[in-house]
C-alpha cells in the first residue's frame, strides 16, 4: 500500500509499523495501524478535484462519484505504475457497467483513504 501512494519504506521501517499493530491483524487494525501513512496525502477535497478531471461530461452533472477506467489506467502506466499494480490497486473499486464498460468508483476510494466527513 505504501508503495502504491509514492512511500518507499525500508525493511526496518515495515517491521517496525507491523509491530504496532494489533494481532490478529483485522483490516480495520491494519487501516488503523496505517493512519498515520494516510494523513501524509492529499486532502479529500484535492483528491477528488484529482478523479473529478477524468470524469465525462455526463458523469459531472450527475455528480455520480464514478469514472471510466481506460483513461486512469493509461495515466498511472504512464506516471511508472506496472499492469498489475494497476489492476490490484483498482480492483475493489471497479464496476462494469454493462454497454458503458468498466468504471472506478472513486468517491468511495477516497472515502476508504479519507473518511467520509474528512
Do not use: C, W
Amino acid at each position: 500500500m505504501l508503495i502504491s501512494l509514492g512511500q518507499e519504506p525500508t525493511t526496518e521501517e515495515l517491521e517496525n509499523m507491523m509491530g504496532k499493530m494489533a494481532s490478529p491483524l483485522t483490516f480495520s487494525a491494519y487501516l488503523t495501524g496505517m493512519s498515520h501513512n494516510l494523513s501524509q496525502l492529499s486532502s479529500k477535497k484535492e483528491l477528488l478535484a484529482a478523479f473529478e478531471a477524468f470524469q465525462d461530461e455526463e458523469a459531472a452533472e450527475n455528480n455520480s462519484g464514478v469514472i471510466g477506467l481506460d483513461e486512469l489506467r493509461d495515466s498511472l502506466a504512464e506516471y511508472g505504475m506496472d499492469h498489475q499494480d494497476i489492476e490490484q490497486s483498482l480492483a475493489a473499486f471497479t464496476r462494469s457497467s454493462g454497454f458503458s464498460g468498466e468504471h472506478f468508483m472513486y468517491r468511495d476510494f477516497v472515502n476508504l483513504l479519507r473518511g467520509e466527513d474528512n
